[in-house]
């Protein structure tokens, strides 16, 4: 199974703080499974370095930018100087840039928008993301950010420290929002709130070190290695593993900055305390919430397929004992059914490894995939079942999952879900939330055809 490394995305390792230990101070990260750091340098910042050491260790990206506590410094001279260390050293982003008005700013507020918008124009002209750093002056930043010329910036709004709608904002434009050591402090239950109410598919970890240090280290130097702590209060507060955490803000950093880190296909993959196998990538549907249709990612997952895996090559991904998980699910980005025959002979195998519980995640095509019922061959295997309906009419089924197979899916997933009531001890339908989903009508048809309970599941906007 892959084993995800934590991704700093946030750091100032050339800080004069680092000048003795800098290599135990990066071993240190090693060990505590940090994959990759990205260092922010400003060239007009007296305290801090780019060394060699930094330069040429390839666990390291770098981002540059004018902070704007130096703002008042960007003349001509600073903005050439930034322009060539763009263009020789290649870094991952420009920043950090913004506005800083804490106790009225260490620039004039004026010299800090001047400082910003040219070098988000910067960030349009060579196409990389903006590392943002805003203090005390959100709605100008936004204001700023609003600007046509900018549309096209993505990048990340880094120590966030506003409200949920503020977060939501930046999301909704495309930003990921940066977190760092104050999540942990017991009295962040505002910042606390706001993450577990963002998707965990837009957040970024970070330590902004030597800064901030988190709780346990609260009032020492800060390091890399102390991202972990940030990484495990997120999984706390959103009900997740340490692992899930760390993989999808991998994943989410490597997205935006084009990190050159490598995320292999799983076939056996975890999430929570549930184990999920991804045996097929066939699906007679094609929904257009559809993580098949933009990146095939899930939580962090990758789940395109070289090819349909074999028997033994699933079963060689699987742990020996699976008694430590709540439910083994049959899942994956394609359609289990598509092979009923590997579905009855992984079935025994998982028992055998005790599993608790088997549930199968379906789109409920799997009687016209297999042209005939297989819902009594299916409840013979499986403790439970959940199945996807996410309409309430062939019309709306159609628009939105755009089934293959035949024009009249839509009565045939009614139909399957309406024996597999008769047939399963535990059966659940599904819908996702997407925009403009009638809640009320589908609860009311969940309720009325078919007498289970209805899941609405969160909607990821696939171009996220
Ligand atoms: S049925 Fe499931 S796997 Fe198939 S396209 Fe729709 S969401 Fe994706
Ligand atoms: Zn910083």
């Known amino acids: 199974m892959f084993e995800p490394g934590l991704i700093d995305t946030h750091t100032h390792l050339g800080d004069k703080k680092f000048r003795l230990d800098l290599t135990e101070v990066i071993n240190r990260a090693k060990i505590a499974n940090v994959e990759h750091i990205v260092n922010v340098y400003d060239p007009l910042d007296p305290t801090l370095e780019l060394t060699d050491a930094l330069e040429k260790n390839s666990a390291i990206s770098h981002s540059f930018g004018v902070h704007p506590h130096l703002a008042s410094h960007f003349d001509e001279t600073a903005k050439e100087k930034l322009l060539e260390l763009i263009k020789t050293k290649k870094p991952v982003a420009i920043g950090e840039i913004g506005l800083d008005l804490f106790k009225g700013g260490r620039s004039p507020i004026q010299a800090q928008r001047q400082a910003l918008i040219t070098q ?20 100008q930043l936004i204001d700023i950010l609003q600007n046509q010329t900018f549309s096209s910036l993505r990048g990340v709004i880094h120590f966030f420290s506003d409200s949920l709608e503020t977060a939501e904002h930046f999301i909704n434009t495309g930003y990921f929002i940066g977190i760092g050591g104050p999540i942990t402090y017991p009295n962040a239950e505002r910042l606390q709130a706001v ?31 102390y991202v972990r702590f940030v990484v495990e209060k997120i999984a706390e507060l959103k009900g997740l593993t340490g692992k899930d955490v760390t993989r999808v803000t991998r994943y989410n950093a490597i997205r935006l900055f084009s990190l050159p880190l490598t995320t292999p296909p799983e076939l056996v993959y975890e999430l929570r305390d549930n184990l999920y196998l991804n045996i097929t990538n066939q699906c007679p549907n094609s929904c257009w919430f559809c993580q098949r249709q933009h990146n095939w990612v899930v939580k962090g997952h990758y789940l395109k397929l070289d ?39 992984l079935v025994p195998v998982l028992r055998k490894r005790r599993a608790n519980y088997i549930r199968l995640d379906t789109n409920g095509t799997g009687n016209l995939i297999n042209g005939r019922s297989i819902v009594g061959e299916l409840a013979e295997l499986f403790d439970g079942i959940s199945i996807s309906i996410n309409a309430v009419s062939r019309e709306d089924y159609n628009r939105l999952c755009k089934p293959a197979i035949s024009d009249r899916t839509f009565e045939s997933v009614i139909e399957f879900t309406q024996q597999a009531v008769k047939n399963f001890k535990s059966v659940t339908v599904t819908a996702v939330d997407v925009p403009g989903l009638d809640k009320q009508k589908l609860k009311e048809f969940v309720r009325a055809t078919l007498h289970v309970p209805l899941r609405l599941r969160s909607f990821i906007p696939p171009t996220l």
Do not use: W
Not at 120 to 139: D, K, T
Not at 196 to 222: F, S
């Open 195 to 225: 993450v577990r109410h963002l998707p965990i598919e837009r957040l970024v970890v970070e330590t902004d070190c030597p800064y901030v240090a988190p709780q346990q280290y609260r009032g020492k130097r800060n390091e890399p290695a």
């Open 307 to 345: 090819k349909e895996p074999a028997f033994s090559e699933i079963v060689r991904e699987l742990p020996a004992d699976l008694s430590g998980y709540k439910e083994v699910v049959f899942c994956g980005l394609g359609e289990p059914t598509m092979r009923l025959d590997m579905i009855k002979r």
């Open 120 to 139: 988000l124009q910067m960030a349009v002209e060579f196409g990389l993301p903006v590392v943002i750093h805003c203090r005390e002056a959100y709605s």
